[in-house]
Structure formats: C-alpha cells, structure tokens
C-alpha cells in the first residue's frame, strides 16, 4: 500500500477518540465487556415463520411464532403485516396466523421491520 513507515509512535498516537468509542456501548458509555446492556429481545431473537394446514380444508395459514411481544405489540405487528400483504390473519397466544402460506413474503417483511426472522417447516 506505499506511503510512509509507521513508527511505533505514531500508530500510538493514532488511538484517538474513535478508538476508544468503538470499545464503549451506544447505550450506556461503558466498556462494552462490562456493560450489562441487553439487546430488545423481540428484535435479537429469531422470529420463526411456518405453516400450518391442519383443519383448515388444506389451504393453510401461517404461523409467525417465537414472538416476545406482548399482545398489544403483536396486534399492532399483525396488522402491519396483514396491511403490507393485502391478506387476513390474526394475533393470538404469542403467534400471528396470517391466511395462505406466505412464508417468504413474511420473512422478507419481518426482516424488514428489524427483526430477524427464518423460515420453519416443509
Ligand atoms: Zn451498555
């Protein structure tokens, strides 16, 4: 990469401010080693996407599971969802049930809004 030689000096002294701030937390300031910040869990943990057909005269219905929000926030998530894919579907137990297997489509959604999301089952 050409240039100058670094001198053992110099590249100590290039351990400014910026250095430093990559080690702290955004949150809290602390080291980030030591902090006992926690990441939101309902965005940290995987959303799992899968179906279900059972009693439901084959057409099926996706399940959105392994959500930790609570009802409000899973009502709230349903109806974006059911307002992006232009479909019907529920919230109810800590599951989403939205109409037709649009497993992808959710995935795609879901990750969209920040979280992390994979696609479960055949
Ligand atoms: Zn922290």
């Known amino acids: 990469m050409g240039g100058f030689p670094q001198s053992p000096k110099e590249s100590e002294s290039t351990m400014g401010k910026d250095d430093w701030r990559k080690l702290l937390c955004p949150k809290c300031k602390q080291l980030k080693k030591t902090c006992t910040c926690k990441p939101e869990p ?3 943990t995987v959303v799992k996407v899968g179906r279900e057909t059972k009693g439901r005269g084959g057409k099926g219905v ?3 599971s392994d959500l930790l929000l609570d009802e409000k926030g899973l009502a709230e ?3 974006k969802l059911k307002t992006r894919l232009g479909t019907g ?3 109810k137990g800590g599951r989403i049930e939205i109409q037709g297997d649009q497993r992808d489509r959710i ?5 969209a809004l920040g979280y992390r999301a994979k696609r479960a089952g055949g």
């Open 42 to 44: 309902s965005k940290s």
């Open 62 to 64: 996706t399940i959105i």
């Open 77 to 79: 998530l349903a109806t």
């Open 89 to 91: 579907g529920s919230a």
């Open 107 to 111: 995935v795609a959604e879901l990750e």
